[in-house]
């Protein structure tokens, strides 16, 4: 895997981990699944990869089957309303960045994309946020608290890549 695949690859996973609502995990796995079944191409890699994701962190909290049917119950019923969401995030991006790239630069009309941005992120927070709600209400105390440590965990070394990998080397002239 070449560089910049890693490091794609690790920011979104990275987006994932640092999701402010509980429960974004799982959800993750689940609606990447779907956006798998949509892309043909990395459909048989990106269902398997997402699909262990979700096996791990379930055997991680130690989810009982009728657990796992629950969350995807949750999961399913949470997708078709983050849908048409996620899409209007995509067409906002997709603007932001003919924006971002134009040959002027329309600092106002930047700004004005970016907000808006905000509000659909922030929509889809608020989606993540009931989801985590329903999915909670089917955990035991101790797989809370154990979903929680497992984000720290995940948060800290996040920022250890970061840390890491935000160094650069000094140049000493010779380059070109």
């Known amino acids: 895997m070449n560089m910049k695949k890693t490091i794609r690859l690790f920011v979104a996973l990275a987006g994932i981990a640092s999701a402010a609502a509980f429960g974004s995990q799982f959800a993750q796995a689940d609606e990447g699944r779907e956006f798998c079944h949509q892309n043909a191409e990395q459909s048989h890699h990106g269902h398997h990869f997402m699909h262990q994701r979700f096996e791990k962190m379930a055997a991680k ?57 905000a509000g659909i992120e922030g929509d889809l927070a608020i989606q993540r946020a009931h989801m985590a709600k329903q999915i909670r209400a089917i955990l035991t105390p101790e797989q809370i608290e154990k979903f929680k440590s497992i984000q720290k965990e995940r948060d800290h070394k996040f920022d250890k890549f970061r840390e890491h990998h935000g160094k650069r080397p000094e140049k000493t002239g010779t380059e070109k």
């Open 61 to 117: 909290l130690g989810l009982s089957e009728q657990q796992k049917v629950k969350m995807k119950e949750i999961f399913k019923q949470n997708r078709e309303q983050a849908k048409p969401v996620f899409a209007r995030l995509v067409t906002e991006k997709r603007n932001l960045r003919t924006l971002v790239q134009s040959e002027k630069t329309d600092e106002t009309a930047i700004r004005a994309q970016v907000s808006k941005l």
